[in-house]
C-alpha cells in the first residue's frame, strides 16, 4: 500500500507543468451503494492545443471508466464512452445524468464528506490530479 501511495504522488508531480492549463471546478463524488460511485465535475482547457480525457485512475477503486446515458430501445443505459475531447479555449462537464467518471469496485464504501483522490490522464496534455469530496445525498 504505501508503494501505491508514493507511486500515486509522484503520478500527480508531472500534473503542475504538464497539467497547467488544464482546470477542474465543482468537482465531487457520489455513491449511493458500497460497489460504485461516479465523479462530476467541469474540465476547463485553457491552453491553446486540444486535448482529450483518455483515461483516470483512483486508489479507491479497481477502475475508473468514463460514462454516459444512451437511448436504447425507450430506456436509458449506463454505457462506456470513447475519451473526450476537450478543445482549446473550451470547457465539458461531466455531470449525473451525464458523461461522468464511474469508479467501479470500490475499495470501501464512500462517505459522506469523506475524500477521494482521482488523476485524469489527457495523453499529450498530461495527468492532472484532484481531490474530490464525497457528496452522497446531492
Not at 501505491?4 to 449511493?32: E, H, I, K, M, N
Not at 449506463?78 to 451525464?98: C, S
Request: hydrophobic letters at 45%; one cysteine or more.
Amino acid at each position: 500500500m504505501k508503494f501505491l501511495s508514493a507511486a500515486f504522488c509522484l503520478t500527480l508531480l508531472p500534473c503542475a507543468v504538464l497539467g497547467q492549463d488544464l482546470v477542474l471546478r465543482d468537482g465531487y463524488v457520489r455513491s449511493t451503494n458500497p460497489r460504485s460511485g461516479a465523479a462530476f465535475m467541469v474540465i476547463e482547457n485553457q491552453g491553446q492545443v486540444a486535448c482529450t480525457l483518455s483515461a483516470a485512475a483512483s486508489e479507491a477503486a479497481q477502475r475508473v471508466e468514463l460514462h454516459g446515458n444512451r437511448e436504447e430501445g425507450g430506456m436509458m443505459r449506463m454505457v462506456k464512452m470513447d475519451p473526450v475531447a476537450i478543445p482549446a479555449g473550451g470547457r465539458h462537464e461531466l455531470v449525473r445524468g451525464g458523461e461522468h467518471l464511474m469508479l467501479m469496485g470500490l475499495n470501501h464504501p464512500l462517505a459522506e464528506g469523506e475524500e477521494v483522490d482521482l488523476v485524469l490522464d489527457f495523453g499529450t496534455c498530461g495527468k492532472v490530479g484532484a481531490r474530490l469530496p464525497v457528496r452522497n445525498g446531492r
